[in-house]
């Protein structure tokens, strides 16, 4: 990265600019990842929060996010920030190396294309072009052609495109049991359909939590509210969902980064996090890590 790079994540890190003897005299920080004092100059403000965080924690914090396959924003690791704050680009292009910002930006572009109904990507393996969709009702499949190969294809399935016979992927969201059974609602379904790939999940037990295995989208099981950005899984603390999870969070979030093939001391970097957001919700308790 360039100097101009380097000079805009010294801004970020210390905004104030402090000389050594201000440093040498000022008091430690303490890092809400790690929970250790650290100087200032080892210490990196979020722009759009406010919260502060040691540098290094920060970097394998968005390491972390990157490698778990997260192209949608990156939120401030405090898992009880009350701003809700984001990571902009520039911060994320400072802390990590430039094949992980390049990894980021590719995941993320990719992911607006996927969520977004107006355009899809070619099916041809050696193109993979943007295609612009048609609006057309929700579910049903219209003509696409590809601006680079011509290809005309299926908007849901991705065959060649079948004017007169049935789409293969306009099937419901849903499925009933082997058996034939139905449900009073969506959400007690064993079989649903994930929300940006459209392939079938079935749920046995346990976790609300899924992660499809075909394009690792991640979303709550009930609601199929997105959940590839909320790493601390805040969604199951509020709401319809609240209390649904069906495991205890730190199990949860350890399964999440064995799968990812994280190292070990991934999640003694997530837990002092919530430590710390545990002892900020109640303050008359003082739970210790052992």
């Known amino acids: 990265?360039?100097?101009?790079?380097?000079?805009?994540?010294?801004?970020?890190?210390?905004?104030?600019?402090?000389?050594?003897?201000?440093?040498?005299?000022?008091?430690?920080?303490?890092?809400?990842?790690?929970?250790?004092?650290?100087?200032?100059?080892?210490m990196t403000t979020l722009q759009e929060c406010r919260c502060i965080f040691c540098t290094a924690c920060l970097k394998q914090y968005m390491q972390l996010a990157i490698r778990e396959g997260c192209g949608s924003p990156i939120t401030c690791p405090d898992m009880v920030c009350l701003n809700h704050g984001t990571l902009q680009e520039a911060e994320i292009a400072c802390l990590v190396s430039v094949d992980q910002f390049q990894l980021y930006q590719r995941l993320k572009s990719e992911r607006e294309v996927h969520l977004d109904p107006y355009r899809t990507w070619c099916p041809v393996a050696d193109c993979q072009t943007v295609c612009p969709v048609a609006s057309s009702e929700p579910g049903q499949p219209v003509l696409?052609?590809?601006?680079?190969?011509?290809?005309?294809f299926?908007?849901?399935?991705?065959?060649?495109w079948h004017a007169e016979v049935s789409c293969r992927n306009s099937q419901p969201s849903v499925l009933p049991t082997e058996h034939g059974a139905l449900f009073v609602t969506e959400a007690e379904?064993?079989?649903?359909?994930?929300p940006v790939c459209r392939v079938y999940i079935e749920r046995n037990e346990g976790c609300a939590q899924m992660m499809c295995k075909n394009c690792k989208h991640t979303f709550c099981w009930y609601c199929l509210q997105n959940?590839?950005?909320?790493?601390?899984?805040?969604?199951?603390?509020?709401?319809?969902?609240?209390?649904?999870?069906?495991?205890?969070?730190?199990?949860?979030?350890?399964?999440?980064?064995?799968?990812?093939?994280?190292?070990?001391?991934?999640?003694?970097?997530?837990?002092?996090?919530?430590?710390?957001?545990?002892?900020?919700?109640?303050?008359?308790?003082?739970?210790?890590?052992?």
């Open 144 to 152: 696409v052609e590809c601006p680079s190969c011509h290809l005309k």
């Open 227 to 290: 959940l590839d950005n909320d790493i601390f899984l805040r969604h199951y603390d509020k709401g319809p969902c609240r209390n649904k999870l069906g495991h205890s969070r730190a199990s949860v979030m350890w399964n999440r980064t064995q799968v990812c093939e994280f190292q070990e001391n991934v999640l003694l970097f997530q837990l002092p996090a919530s430590m710390e957001g545990i002892s900020r919700m109640f303050p008359h308790k003082h739970p210790q890590l052992i």
């Open 189 to 194: 379904a064993p079989i649903k359909q994930c």
């Open 154 to 160: 299926c908007s849901c399935c991705k065959d060649a």
């Open 1 to 42: 990265m360039g100097s101009a790079g380097r000079l805009h994540c010294l801004t970020m890190t210390a905004a104030e600019n402090p000389t050594p003897g201000d440093l040498a005299l000022a008091p430690l920080v303490t890092c809400k990842l790690c929970l250790c004092e650290q100087s200032l100059d080892k």
